[in-house]
C-alpha cells in the first residue's frame, strides 16, 4: 500500500496543475543549422529543449514558496523510498547469486590403489563467478541508472549516467583497494593467490582503457561512428 499512497499523493498535489488551463508558451525558434549560424559575441536566438523526465507530474509555471516547500518534500521522500528499494533488491539479488554459486554436485574420485570415494566440488568456478555473477550483482543499480537516464533523455547521454560508472570504478580501484589494503592486522601478510587470473585481467583492462582513449583522443575525437 505504501507506493500506491506515495503516487497518490504525488497525483493529489499535482491535480489543480494538471486540471487547470495551461499557459500558453511562446514560440522559440528552431535551433541554428550549423556552427556559421552563431556570432562569435554568442547566440543568436535559443529554442526549448526537450524534457528528461519520465513522469511530467506537478510542474506549475511560477510555483509559490509552499508550494516548491510541498514539492521538494514529496521529492525527497519518494527518492528515499526508491534508494531504499533498489538496496533491498541489490541486496536479494547478491543473495540470489550467492546461492547459485553456492551450488555443489558429487563426484567419484578414484585413487591410486584403485579405491574410489565420493567427493562434493562446486559447479560454479570461484574465479568466474566472481568476475562475472558478482561484478553485474554489484553494478546492476549504476546499469539500471545509467539506462534510465539514456531513456529519459532522448536516448542521448547526460551528466549523471557516465559519472556514475566512472566514479564508481575510481571508487573501486582506489577507495577499496586501500581499505582492503590497511585493515589487514599488524604482522600479517596477504598475497595474490591466483597470478595467472591476475594477470590477465590486469592486462585487458589496461588495454581497454588505452584502447579507448586512442579511440576518444587520437583516432577520431568528438565523433561517434
Known amino acids: 500500500m505504501a507506493p500506491l499512497a506515495l503516487v497518490g ?3 493529489l498535489l499535482g ?19 550549423n556552427d556559421s549560424d552563431v556570432s562569435p559575441g554568442g547566440c543568436q536566438g535559443s529554442y526549448r529543449c526537450q524534457p528528461g ?5 506537478w510542474e506549475p509555471d511560477d510555483p509559490s514558496l509552499g ?3 510541498a514539492r521538494a518534500v514529496v521529492y525527497f521522500v519518494a ?10 533488491i ?7 547469486i550467492e546461492v547459485i554459486t553456492s551450488k555443489e554436485k558429487e563426484i567419484t574420485i578414484t585413487k591410486a590403489n584403485g579405491e574410489t ?3 562434493t566440488v ?12 558478482m561484478a553485474l550483482g554489484s553494478s546492476a543499480p549504476e546499469i539500471l541508472l545509467s539506462v534510465i537516464e539514456v531513456c529519459g533523455h532522448n536516448f542521448q547521454a547526460g551528466e549523471l549516467g557516465p559519472g556514475t560508472i566512472v566514479g564508481s570504478a575510481a571508487f573501486n580501484m582506489f577507495v577499496v583497494i586501500a581499505v582492503c589494503v590497511y585493515v589487514i592486522p599488524a604482522g600479517e601478510s596477504r598475497k595474490i593467490k591466483h597470478l595467472r587470473v591476475f594477470f590477465v585481467t590486469a592486462s585487458w583492462s589496461i588495454f581497454a582503457y588505452v584502447w579507448l582513449y586512442l579511440i576518444l583522443a587520437v583516432f577520431s575525437p568528438g565523433v561517434v561512428q
Request: negative net charge; aromatic residues 6%.
Open 15 to 33: 491535480a489543480p496543475c494538471c486540471l487547470g488551463e495551461a499557459t500558453p508558451t511562446p514560440s522559440l525558434p528552431p535551433p541554428p543549422a
Open 122 to 133: 562446486r559447479i560454479w568456478n570461484e574465479t568466474v563467478s566472481n568476475l562475472t555473477l
Open 67 to 69: 508550494d516548491k516547500a
Open 9 to 11: 499523493v504525488v497525483l
Open 53 to 57: 523526465v519520465l513522469l511530467p507530474v
Open 90 to 96: 541489490a541486496d536479494r539479488f547478491m543473495a540470489s
Open 79 to 88: 527518492m528515499v523510498y526508491m534508494f531504499l528499494g533498489v538496496s533491498i
Open 117 to 119: 570415494s565420493v567427493g
